[in-house]
């Protein structure tokens, strides 16, 4: 896994060349639109993390890159080629597991992996029965009979065994108990340890992908609400504690996010802390700044937004002048 | 990539051909050595079940299920296209709905061959048998390719039959002449699933019943093909 800083670097870079880029992409599917003008980007080498609850659009913007459903609008490459043009050329050189894995209980593992096999044709059938001993597979065991936990392992065996650039991830934890999600994650961080390949990662829990990922997005009914590198999000999104007395008289601060009343006390999320922390320290000196989480940036993006909408919950929210990022 | 499909629909269908092979090859068999009606009848009703009931039984079987058991986003995210999988089903299934037919005539080949009938008469009923049993199949696999599970799939066959079996039964009543002077009951029945049985008895010319039933034959997969990769449930 290359580190975040050097990532972080790549993104900014318009040069670096782009596995996955997604320009004003909208989706509809009968009268419920699922994907707003989407743009994403996503370098050679990153591991990036898509987060969004669960209904968020994250599996239609997946299928759309595997050729599976077609954008109503806007264009989308994956790893130069289009989806709708060259789906099949994409899907032998992408790995994909599957949300929630699906396969044919009836098959055994060896017969799953024999099945699979002829479909790609760089698939490694030395690397595959590597793969299938270091994830400790039982061959002859039919699929319907393994834990999830194997599933998942046999799932990922299955995306990697034909040596893709691109992988992606939809959820693939879902379901499984925090131990089996460790070792998952465990496995991934060390197969990928230091290469090239570039993982597009998808989830709704964000504290499995916060070690892993170099890039973050966060998707929001079909919106893409923030896309930057997880140490910029964490350097940038922070909690500002001050007296509610000051804020009440306080003019309206610039990428609130959410905001939470106390007693004496308001709880400010901010997405820019360098541009909000000026403002506020002119009117208070006693301020507290608090480092977020990628849960809790998540949550002040997704669940902070719509309750700060003017109207609701708290008075105040209405006059600090919130605003989509997208 | 075409023997992997093949392989596994093989292996998911083939108790579908053991079951019906059995079941028809034992009705055909006791039936006429046993002679409880004409050797004429046997066969019919045989036809009837190789012919309708085979076909929904297999045709609702072959893509539901994956529907239901979440296993189709494997196979249409491979990197083959939707049609060659359909395809694959396609060839599966219509080897499972006419092996059993297969079996009823030669078992009635042996055991009442030309006794009541005449042997062309035979083969000129099961012939038009299979023809009956691919076009249905073909037609309820069409219906059944977006259900998201095999119950639907099923009802969804059940009422285009029904639909079919209505339009042509209203058409019977409807005293129109249309092309070569032939009723609009003998057009409307030669564009259904049950068309080849208008070759039989019917006054239609059978040269133009058999090209209508190939190109509804080609226009069916081809509608089932556009089809089976439409999402069936919106997952965002």
Redesign the interface.
Known sequence: MSSAASNSERVDDPSAEAVIDIRSVSKRFGKRQILHDLNLTVARGQTFAFLGRNGAGKTTTIRMLLGLHKPDAGTVRVLGLDPAKDAMEIRRRVGYLAEDQHMFGWMSVQQLISFTAPFYPTWNHDWANHLAKKFELPMKTKVKHLSKGQGVRLGLLLALAHHPRLIILDDPTLGLDPIVRKEFLRDLVAHFHGSAVTIFFSSHLLYEVEPVADSVAILDRGHIVRHSPTEDLRDSVKQIILPAREFDAMPALPGVLDVKRRKYQVAVVVEDVERALPLVREQVEAVEVVDLNLDEIFEAYVIGKRNAQPGEEDGHVAKLGLERVA | ?W??LV??EW??QRWRLWFGAALLGMFTLIGLRTRIMPDEQIVIFSMIVGGIFFPLMVAMGLVAPERA???I??L??????AWNVLAAKGVIGAIVCTVPLLVSAVLAAIVAGDREMAWRQFAEMYAMAIGMTLSTFSWLTAAGVRQPSEARAGLMGIAMGAGWFLVIAISSMLAVELFHDQTLIAWVAAFSPFGVTVLRGGDAPPAVVIAIQLIMFAAVWAWAAWRI?K?GK???
């Open positions: 990539m023997r992997s392989w596994k292996h998911e058991d979440g296993t986003v494997r249409l995210a491979l990197p083959v296209p990769g999402p919106v997952v965002a």
